[in-house]
């Protein structure tokens, strides 16, 4: 590898690490290997970022859209919680499955009061 590192790359790729780019973006800019960018990131020993690619099965509040499932799934707060996410209904924040378990309450039955 002939590529060297100057302190000007060093401090662009401090300044475009801090900024969040992908290691991929700053590999481009700098004309090194994304590879080269994690290599020295890491010997630099540059703040570590949450991956983009870290994604949990099911869909994060974040996540979700308006076709999305919005039946809470565990206990808000507690490891583990999310939303159903599966594919809503139309017009409905919840899949077939939840929205038949949301709006089939028990119907009071309206028992006519008595005025005579
Ligand atoms: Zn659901």
């Known amino acids: 590898m002939t590529w060297t590192w100057t302190p000007e790359h060093i401090e662009m790729l401090t300044r475009l ?3 969040g780019l ?3 973006q ?3 800019m700098l004309g090194v290997s994304k590879n080269a960018v994690v290599g020295k990131a890491h010997r630099l020993q540059l703040a570590v970022r949450n991956s983009p690619i870290q994604r ?3 869909a994060q509040i974040i996540e979700l859209t308006a076709n999305c499932c919005r ?3 565990g206990h808000p707060g507690q490891p583990g919680f999310r939303f159903c996410g599966k594919q809503a209904l139309p017009g ?3 899949c ?3 929205a038949a378990r ?3 309450q028990p119907k009071d039955r309206k028992s006519s009061t008595n005025a005579a």
Request: glycine residues 8%; charged residues 30%; proline residues 12%.
């Open 92 to 94: 409905k924040p919840y």
């Open 71 to 73: 039946w809470p799934e």
């Open 96 to 98: 077939p499955e939840h």
């Open 56 to 58: 949990k099965e099911g």
């Open 26 to 28: 700053i590999g481009k």
């Open 22 to 24: 992908s290691t991929a």
């Open 17 to 19: 690490w801090n900024d």
């Open 102 to 104: 949301a709006y089939t």
